[in-house]
T-cell receptor, first 115, second 113 residues
Framework: KAGVTQTPRYLIKTRGQQVTLSCSPI?????VSWYQQTPGQGLQFLFE???????NKGNFPGRFSGRQFSNSRSEMNVSTLELGDSALYLC??????????????FGPGTRLTVL | AQKVTQAQTEISVVEKEDVTLDCVYE???????LFWYKQPPSGELVFLIR??????QNEISGRYSWNFQKSTSSFNFTITASQVVDSAVYFC??????????FGAGTTVTVRA
């Protein structure tokens, strides 16, 4: 069974631009969660999508958004990029909604650098 | 609010030594879940264990063991007879009534041959 895949793996953008990251969950998994990892703030929850609906959201500004498609694939978008958005963005999939009772399988991440 | 504290930033040991990673958590909920994840240099988080708040039994899986103590709000992780392949960043995480995973800052473990 293929694992969680994220594309692209590396991305370089400049301030003010926008970016879209993609995540394909494990086949059969219906929940996708996104996390941001930075040296300063550590691992922080962004949002979770289940059945094409955002079910949970972390404390991030509205510049961070996402969506989930009918095949469970998910995209996250960051608009008006800031230097502080440079991070490793991790996607995790699970069978059902909710991190606490469903084991989350993580992808390799997308390394975003904002210049 | 929830909070996970991993006081040890880095631990360096020689192969075959035991290493214990501390994790202290805060939550007002009576039902919550605790996790440990491993992040090797490749960057992918690997799930190690999930434990709910009603199960205080310690668990052993090969060279890994976990000690959950509600009285001290701790969920410590021990690697016995460490190996070079254990070198990674280890994260403790908590999920309670808001269903989110809150991670600790992580502990970098370096096992030297």
């Amino acid at each position: 069974k293929a694992g969680v895949t994220q594309t692209p793996r590396y991305l370089i953008k400049t301030r003010g631009q926008q970016v879209t990251l993609s995540c394909s969950p494990i086949s059969g998994h219906r929940s996708v969660s996104w996390y941001q990892q930075t040296p300063g703030q550590g691992l922080q929850f962004l949002f979770e999508y289940f059945s094409e609906t955002q079910r949970n959201k972390g404390n991030f500004p509205g510049r961070f958004s996402g969506r989930q498609f009918s095949n469970s694939r998910s995209e996250m978008n960051v608009s008006t990029l800031e230097l502080g958005d440079s991070a490793l963005y991790l996607c995790a999939s699970s069978l059902e909604q909710g991190a606490r009772t469903n084991e989350q399988f993580f992808g390799p991440g997308t390394r975003l650098t904002v210049l | 609010a929830q909070k996970v504290t991993q006081a040890q930033t880095e631990i360096s040991v020689v192969e075959k030594e035991d290493v214990t990673l501390d994790c202290v958590y805060e939550t007002r909920d009576t039902t919550y879940y605790l996790f440990w994840y491993k992040q090797p240099p490749s960057g992918e988080l690997v799930f190690l264990i999930r434990r709910n708040s009603f199960d205080e039994q310690n668990e052993i899986s090969g060279r890994y063991s976990w000690n959950f103590q509600k009285s001290t709000s701790s969920f410590n992780f021990t690697i016995t007879a460490s190996q070079v392949v254990d070198s990674a960043v280890y994260f403790c995480a908590l999920s309670d009534s808001d269903y989110k995973l809150s991670f600790g800052a992580g502990t970098t473990v370096t096992v030297r041959a």
